[in-house]
């Protein structure tokens, strides 16, 4: 009887249990990080009739720019990214975007392309809600912008020249 005791009392130690706690605090910063690839700039040139009573025409596009962008955002936030151009087209003439729906290797609420767009020195939304999200990085990930060129006005062309520079700004709702 004595061994009978010993041994309900040596279970009841063995199937005793303890704990212990660590607290862990944990920050995450807003994050808004925005880029267009590969790096440079490109040329558009109008193409000259080459028989009288033909027009000028253009069938210059680019679609060789990405944009890319990383994005970490306050609970309930959502992000845009705005379009604008920073110059002077030539007279008649339109610049005109296109940005097709997400492509790549990121993740998240990365948002809906606003397309077309035609660029002038008013911000416009070309990518609309944007939460936490991150494309990937380079050509080939994120939105692929396609730009081209259309006369808007005979009447207006001139022998000249322009430099416009796009610039994209990535901002909260």
Known sequence: ??????????????SAQT??????????????LLDVEPNGGFNFNLISPTEAGNPSTTTA?????????????VKGTTRKIMVQSVGS?????NLKLVTANYTGTGAGALGNAVSPLYLSSTQQTVVNAIGGAFTGNGV?????????????????????SASVSILYTLMDN
Do not use: H
């Open 61 to 73: 596009t680019n679609n060789t720019k990405w944009l890319n962008f990383t994005s970490a955002v």
């Open 89 to 93: 087209l030539p007279n008649g003439i």
């Open 140 to 160: 080939g990930n994120g939105y692929n912008l396609m730009y081209s060129l259309e006369i808007a006005n005979y009447g207006l062309l001139r022998n000249q």
């Open 1 to 14: 009887m004595k061994y009978l005791l010993f041994l309900i009392l040596l279970c009841q130690d063995m």
């Open 19 to 32: 704990t212990a706690s660590v607290n862990v605090s944990i920050s995450l910063p807003s994050v808004a």
